[in-house]
């Protein structure tokens, strides 16, 4: 495989980690970030003191505060920041994308406000012709900067495209797949963020773990039905893009959002609980967004409902739990869910 220019858009944990995976492969990889200071250190030192101060970097990785040349100079682009900020820092790139250039980004959740998938505001900038792609899957950058097996997939409708991002990323321990499904790609990622929340809500009010598995198994039930009722495919989910990385998000307590939960369920005011984190937990927003397309399809996703109530302080844990635990009775899937 020759060897592409790549740029990496956003250095936190996951930016770092993927612009390493590439540069290992042997692109020609440059990492920006728009903290000059941060950038300066990570040039002078290798290192990500910040995010991932244990990982020795790349000796062939670049580094750039200059948005506008690595931009420029690339030949894949790849956004790897908070979705609050993806339409920004996109708006940015657009005028000094080089022709043909394809966008790719491991962004989890929605636009902020107007609750449009990224893939959407890309399509908007870019126009539906450009190449686009989504990397996603269960995946905590420490384990990848580690060389523990790891498994993505990438989602996009220009399958070349798509295939040139996996082959990018590729490696001995970390695998990745390729699929054509943006939508239903997204909504995994963005709504695990949420339910990842209800699990550590439940372990932090010490409910077992016969309600940790009852609670991921209905939340995947919940991002099925909104999947389904967008138009995304039911396969996605029961994939890496959804089943694994709900899976993952929810037990693995390297995650901002289960970290979250725990905290509001040993008590932790919401306040509390983000500054203890002290990175951006992505499931405040995504929760409202949910909520805006399950009214908006007049779907009834009580898990992810309860947890934006809680998250708003409207309720308690307990009293979220309650509300849960008295609902009607029903069959486990509607008709039709799985097209039968």
């Avoid at 990785?61 to 506008?68: A, P």
């Avoid at 708006?91 to 989890?108: F, I, V, Y």
């Avoid at 996603?136 to 498994?151: D, N």
Wanted: proline fraction near 4%; glycine fraction near 12%; hydrophobic fraction near 45%.
């Amino acid at each position: 495989m020759n060897a592409l220019r790549v740029g990496v858009f956003g250095a936190g944990s996951w930016g770092t980690a993927l612009a390493a995976q590439a540069a290992r492969n042997g692109h020609v990889t440059t990492l920006w970030g728009r903290d000059a200071e941060q950038i300066r250190t990570m040039r002078d030192t290798h290192r990500n003191t910040r995010y991932l101060p244990d990982l020795e970097l790349p000796a062939n990785l670049q580094f750039s505060d200059q948005l506008e040349e690595v931009t420029a100079n690339s030949d894949l682009l790849l956004a790897v920041v908070p979705s609050h900020a993806f339409p920004s820092v996109l708006a940015e790139m657009t005028p000094h994308r080089r022709p043909g250039a394809g966008l790719a980004w491991a962004t989890k959740g929605f636009e902020l406000g107007s609750g449009r998938f990224l893939h959407e505001v890309a399509e908007a900038l870019l126009g539906h012709d450009t190449p686009l792609a989504v990397v996603t899957g269960p995946s905590f950058a420490r384990e990848v900067t580690q060389g523990l097996p790891t498994a993505v997939t990438v989602h996009g409708e220009h399958a070349a495209f798509s295939q040139s991002v996996a082959d990018a990323l590729h490696g001995p321990t970390f695998r990745v797949y390729t699929g054509s499904d943006m939508l239903g790609a997204e909504l995994g990622g963005a709504m695990k963020n949420v339910l990842a929340v209800a699990t550590g809500i439940a372990d932090g009010m010490e409910l077992g773990l016969n309600a940790r598995a009852g609670l991921i198994t209905r939340g995947l039930n919940e991002m099925l039905r909104l999947n389904q009722a967008l138009g995304g495919r039911a396969e996605t989910l029961m994939g890496l893009a959804g089943l694994g990385d709900l899976v993952l998000t929810c037990t693995g307590d390297l995650s901002r959002n289960r970290r979250l939960g725990l905290a509001l369920g040993k008590g932790k005011s919401i306040e509390q609980a983000v500054a203890a984190i002290g990175q951006v937990v992505e499931s405040i927003q995504t929760a409202d967004e949910v909520a805006r397309l399950a009214a908006r399809h007049e779907l009834e996703l009580p898990i992810c409902a309860l947890v934006a109530r809680v998250l708003h302080g409207e309720i308690t844990p307990q009293e979220g739990l309650k509300l849960l635990l008295s609902r009607e009775q029903k069959p486990e899937y509607p008709a039709g869910l799985f097209g039968a």
